[in-house]
């Protein structure tokens, strides 16, 4: 029998139903309509204006004439087709907090899905370590919902190596459309050309980073624990450790690779969201959207 993650579906499910309304009310929702819609397109017509729509596309000399407000809409408007993908490598299977950085991620990943299909596009899945161990294509519904949901709680799927150049390499050849992709990830174990892989997806993708950290990610223990025996979650190597000793030089390390990250991120022109297993998700990612939405229409 296939182990299941301590993933609470339904009580995520009703915490996001809150958050929506808001996001809705900000018009956060149509942010995902207005990356790559509506501009530089052959205009095609006009239709009444929602609450769901951007108001920067209202045509106001139009609506004055039709007494209606309305927007435009162009030749190439579909829906949006959003990737999420989700680092399932060992480094993911930690935790020191109540959810393991996985479980974590997932309800994370579960989050970004709802939301878009509430905004009526799209969303796929790509779970990765060294290499893509699930692949869900993007579709819409309640059914596709529950097939995201399954191979996120799907335990099998997780464990291995990390390799984030492969897996957004898969994406740009497997994409056929221009979208948005959603990097689920602690970002631990970097290597190869992945700061060059994200410059080149950023031509085909808007490109979001949201990086999942345990608070022993980012420092040792305050307490004098003596000697612990810490493990490498790629080559399974076991190292004898005094946390006490060496905790500065550790937060250090730890932040000069977070800042090298993030420097990345900003000159690709792509966001980063940071987020900690030990506060929850929902407030960080609204005001992330807000702050984008702002970015975005400034």
Same mark, same amino acid.
């Given at each position: 029998? !296939?182990?299941?993650?301590?993933?609470?579906?339904?009580?995520?499910?009703?915490?996001?139903?809150?958050?929506?309304?808001?996001?809705?009310n900000t018009?956060?929702?149509?942010?995902?309509?207005?990356?790559? =819609?509506?501009?530089?397109?052959?205009?095609?017509?006009?239709?009444?204006?929602?609450?769901?729509?951007?108001?920067?596309?209202?045509?106001?000399?139009?609506?004055?004439?039709?007494?209606?407000?309305?927007?435009?809409?162009?030749?190439?408007?579909?829906?949006?087709?959003?990737?999420?993908?989700?680092?399932?490598?060992?480094?993911?299977?930690?935790?020191?907090?109540? =959810?393991?950085?996985?479980?974590?991620?997932?309800?994370?990943?579960?989050?970004?899905?709802?939301?878009?299909?509430?905004?009526?596009?799209?969303?796929? @899945?790509?779970?990765?370590?060294?290499?893509? !161990?699930?692949?869900?294509?993007?579709?819409?519904?309640?059914?596709? *919902?529950?097939?995201?949901?399954?191979?996120?709680?799907?335990?099998?799927?997780?464990?291995?190596?990390?390799?984030?150049?492969?897996?957004?390499?898969?994406?740009?050849?497997?994409?056929?459309?221009?979208g948005l992709?959603?990097?689920?990830?602690?970002?631990?174990?970097?290597?190869?050309?992945?700061?060059?892989?994200?410059?080149?997806?950023?031509?085909? *993708?808007?490109?979001?980073?949201?990086?999942?950290?345990?608070?022993?990610?980012? !420092?040792?223990?305050?307490?004098?624990?003596?000697?612990?025996?810490?493990?490498?979650?790629?080559?399974?190597?076991?190292?004898?450790?005094?946390?006490?000793?060496?905790?500065?030089?550790?937060?250090?390390? !730890?932040?000069?690779?977070?800042?090298?990250?993030?420097?990345?991120?900003?000159?690709?022109?792509?966001?980063? @969201?940071?987020?900690?297993?030990?506060?929850?998700?929902?407030?960080?990612?609204?005001?992330?959207?807000? =702050?984008?939405?702002k970015w975005?229409?400034?």
């Amino acid at each position: 029998m !296939v182990k299941r993650l301590r993933v609470d579906v339904v009580s995520l499910i009703k915490e996001l139903e809150i958050i929506i309304k808001m996001l809705i009310n900000t018009k956060i929702t149509s942010k995902y309509r207005s990356v790559y =819609k509506g501009k530089g397109l052959e205009f095609e017509d006009y239709r009444i204006y929602t609450p769901q729509d951007d108001a920067n596309r209202i045509d106001w000399k139009a609506s004055v004439r039709a007494n209606e407000i309305l927007i435009k809409l162009f030749k190439e408007e579909r829906e949006l087709n959003v990737y999420i993908l989700l680092d399932a490598s060992s480094s993911m299977i930690f935790g020191s907090t109540k =959810k393991l950085k996985l479980e974590y991620a997932a309800e994370l990943a579960a989050s970004f899905a709802y939301f878009i299909l509430e905004a009526n596009d799209k969303v796929g @899945l790509v779970m990765f370590n060294d290499k893509i !161990v699930k692949m869900i294509p993007p579709g819409n519904g309640k059914k596709h *919902f529950y097939m995201l949901i399954n191979a996120l709680v799907n335990a099998e799927l997780y464990g291995g190596g990390y390799d984030l150049e492969n897996a957004v390499n898969f994406v740009m050849k497997t994409s056929t459309e221009r979208g948005l992709l959603i990097i689920i990830s602690d970002f631990i174990g970097m290597r190869g050309e992945w700061e060059r892989t994200l410059r080149t997806a950023r031509a085909k *993708f808007d490109v979001i980073g949201a990086m999942i950290r345990d608070p022993r990610d980012e !420092v040792m223990p305050e307490e004098d624990v003596g000697q612990v025996v810490v493990q490498d979650p790629y080559s399974s190597e076991n190292l004898l450790i005094s946390p006490k000793k060496i905790g500065e030089e550790y937060r250090k390390f !730890v932040q000069t690779e977070e800042n090298r990250i993030e420097t990345a991120f900003m000159k690709s022109n792509l966001d980063l @969201l940071k987020l900690s297993t030990a506060e929850p998700f929902i407030r960080p990612l609204a005001e992330f959207f807000s =702050k984008r939405r702002k970015w975005e229409w400034r």
